[in-house]
T-cell receptor, first 110, second 116 residues
Framework: KAGVTQTPRYLIKTRGQQVTLSCSPI?????VSWYQQTPGQGLQFLFE???????NKGNFPGRFSGRQFSNSRSEMNVSTLELGDSALYLC?????????FGPGTRLTVT | GENVEQHPSTLSVQEGDSAVIKCTYS??????FPWYKQELGKRPQLIID?????GEKKDQRIAVTLNKTAKHFSLHITETQPEDSAVYFC???????????????FGTGTQLKVEL
C-alpha cells in the first residue's frame, strides 16, 4: 500500500496570508489527524476527521480549520498567518489503533 | 485533558548498551500507548505500541512496558546501534477509536545518541 502523502512539502508565506495543505491517507483509512510540530512545543494535536466529520479538536484558534472529502483526503487551512505558525505540519492516517504519519509540510511565515 | 511527561530529554549511551525512556500519563482512561522514532528531517515512524490490557510487548531489540496502576510506560532498547540515534516520542490515547477517541497526546521527546 502507498503511504501517507502530503502536498506541498515546503511553503513560504507572508504574514496575513492564508494557506491550504493537503493530505492523502493510506488506502482504506478513514481517519486523518493533523499535528503541528515545533521545536518549542513539540507535537501538538490540531484536529481529526473521520468520514468527513471533525471528530476531535485540539486547542488551536479558529484560524486553523480543516475538512475531509468523501475519498478520505483531507485539507487543513490556516488563515491570517502569523509568524508563530511557522512549523512542520504533519498529517496522520489511522486504522483502529496505529497512526502513520506523512512526510509533513514545512511552512515558513515571513 | 491528558498530559504526558517524558524523561529524559536527552540520553547518551555507548554502542551495545541499553537505553530506557520513561513516560507518565495523567488520564486513567488512556488505553493505547505508541512510541515513535523521528530521525532528523524525517517523519515520526511508529516503532512499537502497547494496549492497556497488556503489560509488556517485545519486538526484537525493542520492548515497551506498561504499569497502569502507576500510569507510566517505558521504552527499552537493547544492544543499541548508531542507527538508533534519533528523537523518540511517547504518546497516549484516551478512549476507543469507534467511540470517537483518536487523539494522541505526545510527550516532549527524548534525543537518543548512541556513541561508538
Amino acid at each position: 500500500k502507498a503511504g501517507v502523502t502530503q502536498t506541498p512539502r515546503y511553503l513560504i508565506k507572508t504574514r496575513g496570508q492564508q494557506v491550504t495543505l493537503s493530505c492523502s491517507p493510506i488506502s482504506g483509512h478513514r481517519s486523518v489527524s493533523w499535528y503541528q510540530q515545533t521545536p518549542g512545543q513539540g507535537l501538538q494535536f490540531l484536529f481529526e476527521y473521520f468520514s468527513e466529520t471533525q471528530r476531535n479538536k485540539g486547542n488551536f484558534p479558529g484560524r486553523f480549520s480543516g475538512r475531509q472529502f468523501s475519498n478520505s483526503r483531507s485539507e487543513m487551512n490556516v488563515s491570517t498567518l502569523e509568524l508563530g505558525d511557522s512549523a512542520l505540519y504533519l498529517c496522520a492516517s489511522s486504522s483502529i489503533y496505529e497512526q502513520y504519519f506523512g512526510p509533513g509540510t514545512r511552512l515558513t511565515v515571513t | 485533558g491528558e498530559n504526558v511527561e517524558q524523561h529524559p530529554s536527552t540520553l547518551s549511551v555507548q554502542e551495545g548498551d541499553s537505553a530506557v525512556i520513561k513516560c507518565t500519563y495523567s488520564d486513567s482512561a488512556s488505553n493505547y500507548f505508541p512510541w515513535y522514532k523521528q530521525e532528523l528531517g524525517k517523519r515520526p515512524q511508529l516503532i512499537i505500541d502497547i494496549r492497556s490490557n497488556v503489560g509488556e510487548k517485545k519486538d526484537q531489540r525493542i520492548a515497551v512496558t506498561l504499569n497502569k496502576t502507576a500510569k507510566h510506560f517505558s521504552l527499552h532498547i537493547t544492544e543499541t546501534q548508531p542507527e538508533d540515534s534519533a528523537v523518540y516520542f511517547c504518546a497516549a490515547r484516551r478512549g476507543d477509536f469507534t467511540g470517537g477517541g483518536n487523539k494522541l497526546t505526545f510527550g516532549t521527546g527524548t534525543q537518543l545518541k548512541v556513541e561508538l
